[in-house]
């Protein structure tokens, strides 16, 4: 278990063509963006750039986890069924535990929004080592489809409609024995149950 209070964010974005130079990348600013509105707990993010080749995610996920300390990694791109999009195999073969949820969740928020969801094929998975563990969570592409899955589906008055997966990510780092995680409610609450629930500091 961490005695440490900084969360290390590993954000992942994998495109080909983000990562030749030919377009601009949008998915790592716009997660560093969500993070920086999201979290009260202090944080820094280890952040890479790479292609959409297994090998290479594969062994970009190793690093973040079992060498830069990551506690959380978030990968955006290269979910969907086109034979280049293998971030999900390149997911699976470096986990201990799969985390199913998170993707059936993602895909019933996306299913709000476009019937394509379904083509989603975005999984989550616990990675351990014998000193350390993190969760890796594969999210979509788009900025704005990555805001709606973190945060959920809000009514006209602002409350929770439907869930976004990150209410559930502090109290899974808990698990795993990494660090405490708050979160700006107005943006997303995180969910813990009442026994795991530290006092606010003075």
């Given at each position: 278990m961490t005695t440490r209070n900084e969360l290390i964010v590993g954000l992942v974005s994998i495109s080909d063509r983000a990562s030749q130079g030919v377009y601009e990348d949008k998915g790592v600013p716009s997660l560093q963006e969500w993070l920086?509105?999201?979290?009260?707990?202090?944080?820094?993010?280890?952040?890479?750039?790479?292609?959409?080749?297994?090998a290479t995610i594969s062994a970009t996920l190793i690093e973040l986890v079992d060498t830069c300390g990551c506690d959380l990694v978030l990968t955006t791109g290269g979910t969907g069924p086109a034979r280049r999009d293998?971030?999900?195999?390149?997911?699976?073969?470096?986990?201990?535990?799969p985390m199913p949820g998170f993707g059936e969740q993602m895909r019933?928020?996306?299913?709000?929004?476009?019937?394509?969801?379904?083509?989603s094929r975005q999984v989550a998975v616990i990675r351990e080592t014998p000193a350390h563990a993190a969760l890796i969570i594969n999210l979509p592409g788009q900025p704005k489809s990555i805001r709606e899955t973190l945060e959920g589906l809000k009514d006209a008055d602002g409350k929770p409609k439907v869930p976004g997966i990150f209410a559930a990510v502090p109290y899974c780092i808990d698990l795993i024995?990494?660090?405490?995680?708050?979160?700006r409610p107005e943006v997303v609450a995180a969910f813990r149950?009442?026994?795991?629930?530290?006092?606010?500091?003075?």
């Open positions: 920086g509105n999201a979290l009260t707990t202090p944080w820094r993010a280890e952040t890479r750039l790479i292609q959409d080749d297994a293998v971030t999900p195999e390149a997911t699976l073969a470096v986990a201990t535990k019933q928020i996306s299913l709000n929004f476009v019937p394509t969801a379904i083509l024995g990494g660090p405490y995680i708050e979160t149950p009442k026994s795991a629930i530290r006092p606010a500091k003075n």
